[in-house]
């Protein structure tokens, strides 16, 4: 597909569990982003990748928040014991390069029982 | 430092009105500021953006104006439609890093 793709697309779990949540950005594109957006919250930054490093990840809320992306390209973002304060919409951006425009996937939204 | 303060939280206009949405800012190397508009289920798409060294932009019906020493920017929407509806954001970041967001306004364009 041509736009950032995210999968699930909902997600439902109990607390506790662990959760995994995928990006799979545009073709070509070096810069990706992750992001949460809860009501109480907004629209927060979590964790930027340029290829496979991660040279900011000083929006990870907690060290039960990790991320990796693999081959520049898919990245995945690992919540481990969710808490019901996880519950959100994350969303994953990416763009050309890290002074490009950041587009937007449609966000998994993540509900925790 | 890092907030960008957006205003008003909601919004109401008649169709062919011209919402104007306005957002202000601390951080004095904040370079680049992307508005987004987003629809219910989906994620935020790229609007128009902007960059200090012009005080206004213009893309179609959508137009950026920007006062670099007031620390302010705003989103005007010419002859807004009720297609128009949904939820802006300003977003502000220093050299193509992490989006700093404002809280957002819910726009509604009656017919």
């Known amino acids: 597909g041509a736009g950032v793709s995210q999968s699930p697309s909902n997600k439902v779990t109990e607390k506790g569990k662990d959760v995994e949540l995928r990006c799979d950005p545009i073709?070509?594109?070096?810069?990706l982003y992750w992001y949460r957006q809860s009501l109480g919250q907004g629209l927060e930054f979590l964790i930027y990748?340029?290829?496979?490093?991660?040279?900011?990840k000083s929006g990870l809320p907690s060290d039960r928040f990790s991320a990796e992306r693999t081959g520049g390209s898919v990245s995945t973002l690992t919540i481990q014991r969710t808490q019901q304060e996880d519950s959100a919409v994350y969303l994953c951006?990416?763009?050309?390069?890290?002074?490009?425009?950041?587009?937007f996937g449609d966000g998994t939204r993540l509900s925790i029982l | 430092q890092q907030q960008v303060k957006q205003s008003p939280q909601s919004l109401i206009v008649q169709k062919g009105g011209i919402p104007i949405i306005n957002c202000a800012y601390e951080?004095?190397?904040?370079?680049?500021f992307p508005w987004y508009q987003q629809f219910p289920g989906k994620g935020p798409a790229l609007l128009i953006a902007?960059?200090?060294?012009?005080s206004e932009k213009k893309e179609g019906r959508f137009t950026i104006s920007f006062n670099k020493s007031a620390k302010q920017f705003s989103l005007h929407i010419m002859d807004s439609q009720p297609g128009d509806s949904a939820t802006y954001f300003c977003?502000?970041?220093?050299?193509?890093?992490?989006?700093?967001f404002g809280e957002g306004t819910q726009l509604t364009v009656n017919p």
């Open positions: 951006a990416s763009s050309l390069d890290h002074n490009q425009p950041q587009h």
């Open positions: 073709s070509g594109h070096t810069a």
């Open positions: 990748f340029q290829g496979n490093s991660a040279p900011d």
């Open positions: 951080n004095t190397a904040f370079d680049y």
């Open positions: 902007i960059r200090p060294d012009v």
């Open positions: 977003a502000a970041s220093t050299s193509g890093s992490r989006l700093t």
